[in-house]
């Protein structure tokens, strides 16, 4: 039985998570599933332009376990770009970095610290910027 996979380390959710070519009904498309890992190794590599070491350091894997979710997530957006698939972003292994949290609406973003003794605590609830609504996230 093989090992389960452990968590990697996420610090951006996207609001939006479907992608599609335009012109083209819904029901008339193939998707390509893409993780939330996989988007934030491109997001690290193509965005910011990290060298691996760091990318694979921020997300708290291994370098060639990087190098794999990476290289997976090039692939299907070529498969998607080149085939006229959707592109759809869900599901995978992880966990959102310290600091950030996730709200019901969709946004996705950094705690605002009010104190300085404000990281001690654990389980912090914050307001949401977009709705307003508590949300709670990672510390």
Not at 33 to 38: A, G, H, I, K, T
Not at 61 to 75: C, M, N, V, W
Not at 79 to 97: D, N, P, S, T
């Amino acid at each position: 039985m093989p090992r389960p996979p452990k968590s990697r380390r996420v610090s951006f959710l996207p609001n939006l998570t479907y992608f599609k070519p335009a012109g083209v009904p819904l029901k008339k498309l193939e998707e390509e599933c893409l993780s939330f890992e996989e988007l934030e190794a491109l997001r690290l590599k193509d965005l910011e332009g990290l060298e691996q070491e760091a990318c694979a350091e921020k997300m708290a894997i291994s370098r060639p376990t990087f190098h794999r979710i990476i290289t997976g997530a090039r692939q299907k957006l070529a498969r998607a770009l080149v085939e006229g698939k959707a592109i759809r972003i869900e599901g995978g292994h992880y966990q959102l970095a310290p600091g950030w949290f996730n709200c019901r609406c969709g946004f996705a973003g950094r705690f605002v610290e009010e104190h300085p003794r404000a990281q001690e605590k654990k389980g912090l609830a914050h307001k949401c910027p977009r709705c307003g609504v508590t949300a709670s996230g990672s510390e």
